[in-house]
């Protein structure tokens, strides 16, 4: 029933093996049976059924920990969706793939919370001039590490500086 409830909002659904027995525990522990189920995933899923439909999420697995800590894990689903779209968008726009590693991820995240702000928002803002900048530098790939994040402005100038340095000493 639960997976149909999201299925109406377009959001295909599924459930870790662990997050069906936790599910399953919290049932018998109500002894209430079906409906201790039933419980048990609103109380798990509610929040998520409420915000995700407005994001554009197409697919959601539900883990031991969306069931542990439905709230925390929200946030961390949000946020992680929020700088794909950025990442998406960003491709779209300019033709270039931008790459994060975990560290640069992490950092992002904890820098847009800081801020209260999402992850898009905020590399809509740092990498403005990306866009422009790759193409003149003629990449299609670049990762954002955290050195790239904590300078925007600096690491793309020095970029476009080596690019042309470069091209200086092949002519």
């Keep these: 029933a639960k997976k149909r409830d999201f299925l109406a909002y377009g959001i295909e659904i599924d459930f870790t093996d662990e997050a069906l027995c936790i599910l399953a525990r919290r049932a018998y522990e109500e002894s209430t049976g079906a409906r201790g189920l039933v419980g048990a995933l609103e109380k798990a ?96 790939e670049f990762e954002i590490t955290t050195a790239v994040l904590l300078n925007p402005q600096e690491s793309l100038n020095a970029l476009i500086k080596e690019f042309y340095s470069r091209r200086g000493q092949e002519n």
Excluded at 61 to 80: F, G, M, N, R, Y
């Design 45 to 140: 899923l509610l929040n998520f059924e409420k915000k995700l439909p407005s994001i554009g999420i197409e697919k959601f697995t539900v883990t031991a920990e969306t069931v542990e800590d439905p709230e925390t894990s929200l946030k961390k689903l949000l946020s992680d969706h929020s700088l794909q779209r950025f990442i998406d968008t960003f491709f779209a726009s300019h033709g270039t793939r931008l790459k994060f590693g975990q560290e640069a991820r992490e950092l992002v995240k904890k820098m847009a919370s800081q801020q209260d702000r999402s992850p898009e928002e905020l590399c809509t803002e740092l990498f403005a001039d990306y866009g422009h900048g790759l193409k003149l530098v003629e990449q299609q």
